[in-house]
């Protein structure tokens, strides 16, 4: 990394949309489901302004479509407008054709709303893992210059645990390169902690996470921070899940904005762009 700092990302999709919810709620239905995406979103983007904070936006393709309006004031406002994919599909899940094909529908549609061309990625659900490997050679080829989705921990859904932890180039042709900012985590013995915001950032205790993002700055090592506008949604629909389903999604909205507003008061953040870190690009 060129500076220190930490990085702020959102990834910015409805309450529909995560993995979890995959089976219930198929695309056909999402347009008549209530959406509170544009509302949430406000609340990060008002959030970030009385910080004078600038982060990175991972928009999903479905929601700039729906309301173009959001991804022109993020981009008014300084944020980056980055790509999360356009129908919110695991990598893995998806055939390599199909796979450009949603990249560059949501590149188009960002590309379009934002001034600056869109250089950064993050796939739905982490899910660049040793299985997808060959999305990297479309990502560049579709004009992205950093991915940030590989999580190098051990999950039931996601992860490379071997994976570096640092930022490092993860695909090369030629002249051109693949950054890739893995998701940050805190090596405990033998063991990678994740320290990287979403659920962790919401089932931790507060103190934890303070001290592993101590540890990280002590050890000069950025946090990438992520979060959804659905974890600022203090009326969140409930959904029946399982016990485990309920306590990773659910468990801490209500404390979410409090405590981003500490760490952001404790620790320097900013976005992918500003950090210099997107490629030269935007
Ligand atoms: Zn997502």
Known sequence: MKNFTNILSFDIEDWFHPE????????????????RVKKNTEIILTFLSKKRLTATFFFLGWVAEKYPAIVRDAAREG???????????????LEPEEFRADLRRSLDILNSLSAAPVAGYRAPTFSITKSSFWALPIMLKEGLRYDSSVFPIHHDRYGIPEAPREPYVIYREGEQELWEYPMTTVRLGKVNLPCSGGGYFRLYPFPLSVQLMKRCQQEK?????????????????????????????????????????????????????EAGLAGGRQ
């Not at 979890?20 to 959406?35: A, V």
């Not at 944020?79 to 899940?93: D, P």
């Open 221 to 273: 090592r950025p946090v990438i921070f992520y979060a959804h506008p659905w974890e600022f949604d203090l009326d969140l629909p409930r959904v029946p899940l399982s016990l485990l389903g309920k306590i990773r999604h659910y468990r801490g909205i209500n404390t979410f904005l409090e405590r981003l507003n500490t760490i952001t008061d404790l620790f320097p953040f900013t976005s992918f762009r």
């Open 79 to 93: 944020h980056e407008i980055a790509s999360h994919g356009y129908a919110h599909r695991m990598v893995t899940h």
């Open 20 to 35: 979890i919810f995959s089976g219930r709620f198929p695309m056909e239905q999402w347009s008549l489901l209530e959406s």
